[in-house]
């Protein structure tokens, strides 16, 4: 029997990784599943280089060496569309957009075009990283979203902070996976949290990440302004969440789900339950189309328990980790993916959930092996890639190996290889001795 892929010509897919999440690995492997032809370009220690279904490049070292790796991907391999897999991503893809606009760099307008056509209108760049002005522009669109206040310093701080009904959330623009999120309930804890906020994203840090990581692209950061950080409001609640698929600032398909357990108290998910929220659906084709998106989008929102209604409080440019996941046609974003490159209906969907509540893995997994979600609700391990529940049985470090990091494997590894060749070498003799004595030698 032909395939999908056969029949209509398999359509090319880059992803751009810079970190090692467990969610790359599985989507990647699930846009091969769904007859797309999938080259990530990833750091040298991920999982996805021991696996056969997606091809796999390796990112440079440094910024500058990883912009001209993805340069060259694109134009060997030519992709219908590319993929930033997190934030770092997105900042690589928005750095070879602006060169190629102004011209620079191999064949640009080519590379600007699949830029553009793989993630939206440029606007959609800024806003993917700028939190703070992302829930501006909500706000002027008369969508519901929590009171977002840009603090400048700590006097400011002060003064709203004896304005503000506590707790109060401290966000800083630019981070991720709750990275860069406090939740203060007192003067004390805020000023702390914003100064620890700003000190991260601050001169020093660059300098000490530049030393780190071999990397002079960080030391930009020297002399730039700093990430905003903006105090916003508390919603008594819980996290909610829609992922969407979309092209030119139509949803192709989404899902929705609210969160029953978080990886720490501001971290990503672990534990899902798919809901039908009218108001979730509204708000994300809303902003689709107002920003006019194309690819992967994700939106956060925060469950207000009083009155049940979701408050929008961050967008994700990039897949969220429940892409994978479908329960029809309309949830099926990979489907709907492939089939929008491909200009063709795919077959019927079929879920890949079974039931409403779903414990993600390896998140839920590595948040807690004896959690009972992982017998009461669905747990999503991909059975036919075996090697990934392999991979994953244990965390794994989302950042790619600094030279450090390197040395003291090397140094450490050195120092254990020679202690174990002692070690075999001594039972060796050993084993020797008791064969003389108990087995004298054949003549």
């Known amino acids: 029997m032909i395939s999908y892929a056969e029949a209509h010509g398999t359509k090319k897919v880059v992803v751009v990784a810079t970190l090692h999440w467990a969610t790359t690995t599985r989507l990647c492997l699930a846009l091969a599943g769904a007859g797309l032809e999938v080259t990530a370009l990833t750091p040298p220690d991920h999982a996805l280089r021991g696996f056969n279904a997606v091809g796999t490049r390796p990112l440079g070292r ?29 900042g690589f893809l928005r750095m070879l957009y602006t060169r190629a606009i102004l011209g620079k760099g191999p064949r640009p307008l080519e590379l600007a075009q699949l830029i553009e056509a793989s993630l939206g209108a440029p606007s959609a760049f800024m806003f993917a990283c700028q939190k703070s002005q992302f829930i501006e522009l909500a706000r002027q669109e008369g969508l519901l979203v929590p009171k977002t ?63 780190k990581k071999l990397d002079v692209g960080y030391l930009e950061r020297l ?52 809901i039908d929220s009218r108001e979730m659906k509204d708000v994300a084709a809303h902003i689709v189309r107002r920003l006019d998106l194309s690819g992967f989008v994700g939106f ?37 993916l492939a089939a929008r490159l491909s200009a063709t209906p795919l077959p019927p969907t079929i879920s890949n959930v079974a039931g409403c509540t779903v ?20 747990h999503d391990i991909p059975r036919e890639f075996p090697e990934f529940a392999a991979a994953y049985t244990n965390c794994v470090p989302e950042e790619p ?42 003549s």
């Open 149 to 211: 206040k840009v603090i400048s310093d700590v006097i400011q701080l002060r003064k709203q902070i004896a304005k503000a009904r506590l707790p109060v959330v401290l966000k800083r623009d630019g981070s991720c996976g709750g990275v860069g999120v406090r939740i203060v309930s007192n003067v004390a804890d805020a000023e702390e949290s914003f100064l620890e906020l700003r000190t991260a994203a601050g001169p020093a840090a660059a300098v000490k990440q530049a030393l």
């Open 62 to 90: 440094t910024r500058n060496d990883s912009l001209r790796r993805i340069t060259r991907a694109f134009h060997d391999i030519a992709p219908d569309i590319v993929i930033p897999a997190d934030e770092r991503a997105i």
């Open 401 to 442: 190996a600094d030279w450090a990091r390197i040395l003291r494997r090397y140094l450490f590894g050195t120092r254990q290889s020679v202690l174990n060749s002692a070690s075999n070498q001594a039972s060796s003799a050993r084993g020797i001795s008791r064969g003389q004595t108990q087995t004298p030698a054949r």
């Open 223 to 274: 002399y730039r302004r700093g990430p905003a950080i903006a105090l916003q409001q508390y919603i008594r609640g819980w996290p909610a969440n829609r992922a969407v698929v979309c092209h030119r600032g139509q949803v192709l398909a989404g899902l929705s789900v609210e969160v029953l357990q978080t990886s720490g108290l501001a971290g990503p998910a672990s534990v899902i339950r798919v």
């Open 359 to 378: 414990a993600l893995f390896p998140q839920e997994t590595w948040r807690d092996p004896d959690s009972h979600f992982l017998t009461s609700a669905f």
């Open 300 to 336: 956060d929102f925060m469950i207000e328990a009083a009155s049940g209604r979701p408050y929008l409080i961050e967008m994700n440019g990039r897949p969220t980790q429940i892409c994978h996941l479908k329960m029809d046609a309309a949830s099926d974003m990979l489907g709907a």
